[in-house]
């Protein structure tokens, strides 16, 4: 698509013009992108709220506009740390010299932007390149048409010839992933994260995929269930568990599950009683996104399952696609709720006989995300630690570790590759440059040919002796 290559030329142009923004210029690039960020605050909750359909603008202010800016301030106060050339060790053998590592612009970079997140999902990514010195496209998703432009005006007001904002369908998309960006970062699914990377290889773009899979979450024998359900709730609920990261699957000790179940529908009702539910509880995205997740709850009754909804929703929440907490026992593990990432406020529970049982389960799975402990248990925190693979940790907490901006986030295998945020967001997006730097002297002549013999070569046998 030629608009697309255009664009991007017109980016790369720019960026040969200044290939190293000093450290000042990246600094007013962040504080203009806060600033125009908070001024268009009441548009873009509103914008927020019209795509979903139902999204109150408490809970895009905590999950999308707070951890952006946080990321913003903190890439502020750090951002003069990351760029300080490093020392690196230099042997005795080529003294008098120094090495150390500068950390390089790449040059234009790509970010494809998900429907769930679709403001800290854009701006995190976006500020990390920003720290980094580089130009950047964005596509955002189709499903968010108002966020978007509100989203434009922000970007392209706060940051002239530094980042476009790119709409357009999947065909878009897939003229985007072809561009020769110096690295391509995706956020989104697994399956099309396949067509990113093979689209990406034609150009040897690097790429860094955010994917998702099925978070699993684990509640040890020993884990007070009463006290946890909250931050169970709050992590499978948190807009309406389209999230990547939300737990998409319960572990529970076989004589607890009865328990576990109680406290949450009772915690559920307690978050989001049938008024707050109806008001301000976030919707699904789209009637596409609802049918999928009614599908699962019906092969899965088909199935033999017992389905348990936290909250009898009305005819016209329906229509607003507004799904409580539901919790499925006894579903097949051949099933669509077993296999699929769930992406929405479902949660199959299994219940196991001992820990054991509970570890193999996770680990017979592709890794993960996310990966939940509900423990006090030392033990078992150093086994799920050592012993499971996933893309980040929570340990008695779900989701919170990707609100931590000196943490990495980053997936493993099917939940992806690379990671950012932070110092890891600044080492992405840039090229750590080996330099090793000689004066006048040059102690490595005795090393070459001529004078080899003479003294090198019994230096080398005295350095490569038994």
């Given at each position: ?321 507004l799904m409580p907490l539901t919790m499925v026992l006894n579903a097949p593990l ?133």
């Open positions: 698509m030629q608009f697309l290559k255009d664009s991007f030329d017109r980016l790369m142009a720019a960026y040969q013009q200044q290939p190293y923004p000093q450290l000042q210029q990246r600094q007013m690039q962040l504080k203009a992108l806060r600033r125009q960020l908070l001024q268009q605050k009441p548009a873009l909750l509103a914008a927020l709220n019209a795509d979903f359909g139902q999204r109150s603008h408490s809970d895009s202010q905590m999950l999308e506009l707070l951890p952006s800016v946080s990321s913003i301030d903190y890439s502020l106060k750090q951002l003069h740390k990351w760029l300080k050339p490093q020392k690196r060790h230099l042997s005795w053998l080529f003294l008098p010299a120094k090495n150390y590592v500068v950390y390089q612009p790449l040059g234009v970079v790509g970010i494809i932007v998900p429907w769930n997140y679709p403001v800290f999902l854009s701006l995190g990514p976006l500020v990390a390149a920003l720290c980094a010195g580089n130009k950047v496209m964005l596509k955002l998703s189709e499903y968010t048409p108002q966020t978007n432009q509100v989203l434009k005006n922000i970007i392209e007001t706060a940051l002239p010839d530094t980042a476009l904002v790119i709409e357009g369908d999947a065909a878009v998309a897939a003229g985007f992933s072809q561009l020769p960006f110096q690295h391509l970062l995706y956020t989104g699914s697994t399956a099309v994260g396949y067509q990113v990377m093979r689209a990406a290889s034609a150009n040897l773009t690097p790429v860094t995929l955010e994917l998702g899979g099925k978070s699993p979450l684990i509640l040890a024998p020993d884990a007070d269930i009463s006290q946890m359900a909250e931050r169970i709730v709050f992590g499978k609920t948190a807009n309406a568990g389209q999230t990547c990261v939300a737990p998409d699957y319960l572990l529970v000790p076989e004589d607890k599950l009865k328990q576990c179940v109680s406290a949450l529908q009772a915690e559920f009702l307690r978050f989001y009683p049938p008024a707050q539910f109806a008001h301000s509880y976030p919707a699904i995205i789209n009637e596409r996104h609802y049918q999928r997740l009614q599908h699962y709850l019906t092969e899965a009754r088909a199935a033999g399952a017992d389905i348990i909804s936290c909250l009898d929703v009305t005819p016209q929440q329906q229509q607003q696609r051949d099933s669509a709720l077993w296999r699929e990432e769930i992406f929405g406020p479902v949660l199959p529970v299994y219940s196991y006989r001992n820990i054991d049982e509970a570890f193999a389960f996770v680990q017979q799975r592709p890794r993960p995300l996310a990966l939940y402990l509900f423990s006090d248990n030392k033990a078992l925190q150093h086994r799920v630690l050592q012993q499971t693979h996933a893309g980040g940790v929570c340990i008695n907490e779900t989701l919170m570790h990707v609100g931590q901006e000196d943490l990495p986030f980053g997936g493993i295998g099917p939940s992806g590759m690379g990671a950012y945020h932070g110092k890891e967001g600044f080492l992405t997006f840039s090229h750590a440059k080996a330099v090793h730097q000689k004066g006048r002297l040059n102690a490595s002549i005795l090393a070459y040919p001529q004078h080899r013999a003479k003294v090198f070569d019994k230096l080398l046998n005295w350095l490569l002796r038994t």
